[in-house]
């Protein structure tokens, strides 16, 4: 993720930490432009939120630098790095009321009470939370409480948020719309942003820029698009997207052959399955298969088939003509991904090759 020195707000250079024998940032490098909101992505145990930790101060690295708005931050303690820290469990002061849980890191700052009546009154409009201030954490709904968590921890007027899989905790319905309010708020504050998930969904439809992590390493970091469209290695291509390997792909028709050491991955919008007879594009091109599966997805119907041994999807509309189990449906595969060592290619079917080249 490339940012010109002048823009950038936190650069990790060259970062190592164990932890005993256990190595969990391996060479890590990473710049964030300032005002952006990127997310640190990856499976359970690949690092994302040690490396959050660091930014944080909770700890320190074995090597390597950090630099925060072009400071060498290693050796300054957190509460002096200018961040504001929100939890995945929130961690509300169970006992204090909404107004004194977002006032406490004023309070202890000893900003004069006057400026943390009118600084915790803006926050709460803020956040939507205006009239619960009187309230203890247990009466908020779980989508309040992390909210107010979040205007405790923006209180001090951090330069730098960062978030530790802030919706992990609450129920699927007010974590779509925490994710929307969540883009909104640093979009309006213009606040640095860093937030920790394991769920790519969440971290395509909130992030500016997404950093991939592995075992410890940074695989690609970019926009959503980028990691998406272009994926850099094999393991950003199985884990980004609904990815299903492929054996033996060079039985579908109008792919070019290669050798022995390669993977095929296909993702269900390279594929089309359609009934028999529908007037479709390239539906002389297509090869049968049968349906074996059918899963409701609410404004779509995911359609599962099997073609040369492979069970794969494709994503129908509910308003196009009902597709069932057992039938037999045509299917055109427009690309797959082929990975090769550490290399990752995006092949297309021949069919759309030799049709762009007569156009």
């Not at 320190?60 to 072009?70: F, L, M, T």
């Not at 039985?251 to 028999?276: C, G, M, Q």
């Not at 997805?297 to 599962?304: Q, T």
Request: charged share 25%; glycine share 6%.
């Amino acid at each position: 993720m490339s940012a010109e020195n002048g823009n950038t707000c936190i650069e990790l250079k060259n970062i190592n930490k164990h932890f005993n024998t256990f190595h969990a940032s391996k060479d890590v490098n990473i710049s964030i432009q300032k005002g952006k909101l990127a997310a640190l992505l990856g499976p359970s145990g690949s690092g994302k939120t040690t490396v959050l930790r660091m930014i944080a101060g909770l700890e320190q690295p074995d090597s390597g630098e950090i630099v925060i708005d072009g400071r060498v931050v290693n050796k300054i303690p957190g509460s002096e790095r200018g961040i504001g820290f929100v939890f995945q469990s929130y961690a509300l002061f169970r006992y204090m009321t909404v107004f004194d849980n977002i006032a406490f890191g004023l309070r202890v700052r000893k900003v004069p009470e006057k400026e943390i009546r009118v600084r915790v009154t803006e926050l709460l409009n803020l956040i939507g939370c205006a009239g619960l201030e009187k309230r203890f954490p247990s009466q908020l709904s779980g989508g309040q409480r992390q909210r107010v968590a979040f205007a405790r921890a923006l209180a001090p007027n951090p330069q730098i948020l960062l978030l530790d899989e802030p919706f992990a905790a609450i129920d699927a319905k007010v974590r779509l719309e925490l994710r929307t309010w969540l883009k909104e708020m640093i979009t309006k504050l213009k606040i640095t942003s860093i937030f920790v998930t394991h769920d790519q969904d969440e971290a395509i439809e909130v992030a500016d820029e997404i950093i991939v992590t592995n075992q410890g390493r940074v695989e690609q970091s970019g926009t959503p698009q980028e990691l998406y469209r272009k994926p850099a290695t094999p393991f950003v291509a199985q884990f980004i997207g609904n990815s299903i390997p492929i054996r033996n792909f060079e039985r579908f028709r109008f792919f070019e052959k290669s050798d022995d050491n390669v993977t095929a991955i296909l993702r269900p919008e390279f594929v089309s399955i359609f009934k028999k007879g529908e007037r479709v594009q390239y539906a002389e091109s297509a090869e049968e298969a049968v349906v074996e599966d059918i899963i409701f997805r609410g404004s779509s119907l995911e359609i599962r088939a099997r073609l040369h041994d492979n069970l794969i999807s494709s994503i129908r509309s509910i308003n196009d003509a009902p597709v069932e189990v057992g039938e037999t449906v045509d299917v055109f595969i427009y690309r797959l991904f082929l990975l090769r060592g550490d290399t990752v290619t995006l092949v297309q079917n021949q069919t759309i090759k030799d049709e762009s080249v007569v156009i």
